[in-house]
């Protein structure tokens, strides 16, 4: 991911400033209560875990944030969102960290394929909600 | 009562039981469902990014097919990524003018921002009424065909947030759904994680990790007593069934298909007995009614 932090000449500051941005989530209200992380269905699978990628931003620390698998496993449930104490809506920045990374051309459409039993029965929402969260 | 009726695509195909039980459990509570006509994707998932307008577009533009079709009446649906798609976007363009009018724009179509999605959860709490609901059921030749069926309740994550844009019930705390159960005469287990995710489109993504997710929702439920998960969600439905442990040993409803069953409907009206899904998802039950 250094590549994308130098590809445009950017500072990892004025990348934050984007996630910020685009997330319209002020990062440095976070206290670090670790709420969104105890509550997230899927903290068992993330490389880093959500109220850390948080901690990075604060302390500039893009690089291993754009790497993790974390925001690519979040559901976009909204369990963080709804219990942040001060606010923060953690999903929107999950989302805008898959955002920058789609739109910097690091996250190319994948084609997934699920066996034809489970593929069968698939709900479309599922098909059509995959799509949009890996296309942005 | 008439009410405009959003089925979207899941509905049509692999949840056909869910709209088939919602229809027939409208008629027999007088409730007339004026279906949308040509309605379009609701795009399956709200953009939360602030720059995303184009993902706006296609909620936006059901929306503004139903101001259009009746401007009097509330938009209705039934699948949780339509209501919580459907809500957030109009509660996005009804917040921010600069948004609403580039989309307008966009559609050629003002929208107004008066359109009121509800959820048919909504309308059962506020329009009909529990009560009216358990008199029709006491009229209806006391069908006790769920009396005493052990039943966890499962929301899941959209129904309920981001509580200040859905608002429907407490995100944490709700009872929208136990209320209705009891209702309908069910044993309704006390069920810590009913708003618990189901891992959702990773299904597709991330199989493995929906998998988890499903199995320790089913299993949390087998260990509390309970014999049957009451979804409002085809992919919830979906994810219990196919992603929990060896294709689940639990059964799976949705909340219409019960009320149907209680109010003494025929099991084909409800879907009960014709899509292979639902009968993988019911056979199990050892109660014997569906």
């Given at each position: 991911m250094r590549a994308l932090i130098h590809k445009n000449n950017m500072q990892e500051k004025d990348l934050l400033r984007e996630v910020e941005e685009l997330?319209?989530?002020?990062?440095?209200?976070?206290?670090?209560?670790?709420?969104?992380?105890?509550?997230?269905?899927?903290?068992?699978?993330?490389?880093?875990?959500?109220?850390?990628?948080?901690?990075?931003m604060?302390?500039g620390q893009l690089e291993?944030v754009l790497s993790?698998?974390?925001?690519?496993?979040?559901?976009?449930?909204?369990?963080?969102?709804?219990?942040?104490?001060?606010?923060?809506?953690?999903?929107?920045?999950?989302?805008a960290l898959?955002a920058l990374l789609?739109r910097a051309g690091y996250?190319?459409?994948?084609?997934?394929?699920?066996?034809?039993?489970?593929?069968?029965?698939?709900?479309?929402?599922?098909?059509?909600?995959?799509?949009?969260?890996?296309?942005? | 009562?008439?009410?405009?009726?959003?089925?979207?695509?899941?509905?049509?195909?692999?949840?056909?039981?869910?709209?088939?039980?919602?229809?027939?459990?409208?008629?027999?509570?007088?409730?007339?469902?004026?279906?949308?006509?040509?309605?379009?994707?609701?795009?399956?998932?709200?953009?939360?990014?602030?720059?995303?307008?184009?993902?706006?577009?296609?909620?936006?533009?059901?929306?503004?097919?139903?101001?259009?079709?009746?401007?009097?009446?509330?938009?209705?649906?039934?699948?949780?990524?339509?209501?919580?798609?459907?809500?957030?976007?109009?509660?996005?363009?009804?917040?921010?003018?600069?948004?609403?009018?580039?989309?307008?724009?966009?559609?050629?179509?003002?929208?107004?921002?008066?359109?009121?999605?509800?959820?048919?959860?909504?309308?059962?709490?506020?329009?009909?009424?529990?009560?009216?609901?358990?008199?029709?059921?006491?009229?209806?030749?006391?069908?006790?065909?769920?009396?005493?069926?052990?039943?966890?309740?499962?929301?899941?994550?959209?129904?309920?947030?981001?509580?200040?844009?859905?608002?429907?019930?407490?995100?944490?705390?709700?009872?929208?759904?136990?209320?209705?159960?009891?209702?309908?005469?069910?044993?309704?287990?006390?069920?810590?994680?009913?708003?618990?995710?189901?891992?959702?489109?990773?299904?597709?993504?991330?199989?493995?990790?929906?998998?988890?997710?499903?199995?320790?929702?089913?299993?949390?439920?087998?260990?509390?007593?309970?014999?049957?998960?009451?979804?409002?969600?085809?992919?919830?439905?979906?994810?219990?069934?196919?992603?929990?442990?060896?294709?689940?040993?639990?059964?799976?409803?949705?909340?219409?298909?019960?009320?149907?069953?209680?109010?003494?409907?025929?099991?084909?009206?409800?879907?009960?007995?014709?899509?292979?899904?639902?009968?993988?998802?019911?056979?199990?039950?050892?109660?014997?009614?569906?």
């Amino acid at each position: 991911m250094r590549a994308l932090i130098h590809k445009n000449n950017m500072q990892e500051k004025d990348l934050l400033r984007e996630v910020e941005e685009l997330s319209g989530q002020n990062l440095y209200a976070c206290y670090q209560c670790g709420k969104c992380t105890a509550g997230c269905p899927l903290a068992f699978s993330m490389d880093i875990l959500p109220h850390t990628i948080i901690r990075l931003m604060q302390l500039g620390q893009l690089e291993p944030v754009l790497s993790s698998n974390t925001p690519w496993h979040c559901a976009a449930c909204l369990t963080c969102s709804s219990r942040c104490p001060k606010g923060v809506d953690l999903a929107r920045v999950m989302e805008a960290l898959r955002a920058l990374l789609i739109r910097a051309g690091y996250a190319p459409i994948q084609v997934f394929r699920l066996p034809a039993e489970l593929a069968a029965q698939l709900p479309q929402q599922a098909a059509v909600s995959a799509l949009r969260k890996h296309s942005g | 009562m008439k009410l405009l009726y959003y089925p979207g695509c899941t509905l049509r195909t692999v949840a056909q039981t869910f709209d088939l039980s919602a229809k027939a459990v409208a008629a027999a509570l007088d409730i007339e469902l004026v279906e949308l006509t040509d309605f379009t994707c609701c795009g399956g998932l709200f953009p939360q990014t602030t720059d995303n307008l184009m993902s706006l577009l296609a909620p936006a533009r059901v929306l503004v097919h139903a101001q259009r079709t009746d401007p009097a009446q509330r938009l209705m649906t039934l699948c949780t990524f339509c209501y919580n798609t459907l809500k957030r976007t109009h509660y996005t363009l009804a917040q921010d003018a600069q948004k609403r009018a580039i989309v307008s724009e966009y559609l050629e179509e003002p929208y107004r921002a008066e359109v009121r999605v509800v959820h048919l959860l909504e309308v059962l709490r506020d329009d009909i009424g529990y009560e009216a609901i358990s008199q029709k059921i006491a009229a209806n030749g006391a069908v006790q065909a769920l009396q005493g069926a052990r039943v966890a309740p499962y929301y899941g994550c959209l129904l309920l947030r981001p509580s200040d844009e859905i608002g429907m019930d407490d995100p944490e705390q709700p009872t929208i759904l136990e209320d209705l159960l009891h209702t309908l005469g069910c044993t309704v287990v006390d069920f810590p994680w009913k708003t618990e995710c189901c891992g959702s489109f990773l299904s597709v993504s991330k199989p493995e990790l929906a998998r988890q997710c499903s199995q320790t929702i089913v299993q949390r439920a087998t260990q509390l007593g309970a014999e049957m998960l009451v979804t409002t969600c085809p992919l919830c439905s979906y994810n219990i069934a196919y992603m929990g442990p060896n294709h689940t040993a639990m059964t799976v409803a949705y909340f219409t298909q019960l009320l149907g069953l209680a109010l003494g409907l025929d099991q084909d009206q409800l879907g009960l007995r014709t899509d292979a899904l639902h009968q993988q998802m019911t056979s199990q039950w050892k109660g014997g009614a569906i």
